[in-house]
């Protein structure tokens, strides 16, 4: 069965740092690009990320960009997000997604991050 | 960055009957890289069709996609109980993901 599934998600203060990460199973991680992608409470879907199938190559929303740093482990099939400078407006749900010609064909079910003091 | 818009805001509609949301870009969508999905409260996000008309794998056919460039559609043929739902449209081009701000179909 293919299933993503994501930890490290809490509640932290405005300013600190945290790493989410997303265990893959049940197809071959390595040939897949893969991304980072958020929800606020109530709102819509904000992509967040994304990470070459090899890991050479890395792209960000500019609401995160020299914030947020994506990386891939493919001999632990292991999605990350290293999030650091959180602000309130980065409270969300975050899902990491399977990507296939363009399309996030596989979802996770999310990790809450709260920023809040 | 391409900005998607999609309209209605609500759909109000009754189940039996068809449902046609829409879904505008500011720019061309490439190579009609743009899909469709499905969320229910609680739920991550499923993905209805991909490539601007194909449906994925375990999609009922009364859900279908059309369109290219600027304008794109999703038309559910016959509404079951199960899809009032909120529906998002997304593209991908240039390395970078958007996604539209959401159409929500409830039950009239």
Redo the contacts between chains.
């Keep these: 069965e293919v299933q993503l599934l994501e930890s490290g998600g809490g509640l932290v203060q405005p300013g600190g740092s945290l790493r989410l990460s997303c265990a893959a199973s049940g197809f071959t991680f390595s040939n897949f690009v893969m991304d980072w992608v958020r929800q606020a409470p109530g709102k819509g879907l904000e992509w967040v990320s994304a990470v070459s199938s090899g890991g050479g190559s890395t792209y960000y929303a500019d609401s995160v960009k020299g914030r947020f740093t994506i990386s891939r482990d493919n001999s632990r099939t292991t999605l990350y997000l290293q999030m650091n400078s959180l602000r309130a407006e980065d409270t969300a749900m975050y899902y990491c997604a399977k990507s296939d010609r363009g399309a996030f064909d596989v979802w996770g079910q999310g990790t809450m991050v709260t920023v809040s003091s | 960055?391409i900005v998607l818009t999609q309209s209605p805001g609500t759909l109000s509609l009754s189940p039996g009957e068809r449902a046609t949301l829409s879904c505008r870009a500011s720019q061309s969508v490439i190579?009609s890289?743009l899909?469709w999905?499905q969320?229910k409260p609680g739920q991550?996000?499923?993905?209805l069709i991909?490539?601007a008309s194909s449906r994925?794998?375990g999609i009922p056919d009364r859900f279908s996609g059309s369109g290219s460039g600027t304008d794109f559609t999703l038309t559910i043929s016959r509404l079951e109980p199960e899809d009032f739902a909120v529906y998002?449209c997304?593209?991908?081009?240039s390395?970078?993901?958007?996604?539209?701000?959401?159409t929500k179909v409830e039950i009239k």
């Design positions: 960055e190579g890289y899909a999905y969320q991550a996000p499923r993905l991909y490539g994925a794998t998002y997304q593209q991908y081009g390395s970078s993901w958007t996604f539209g701000q959401g």
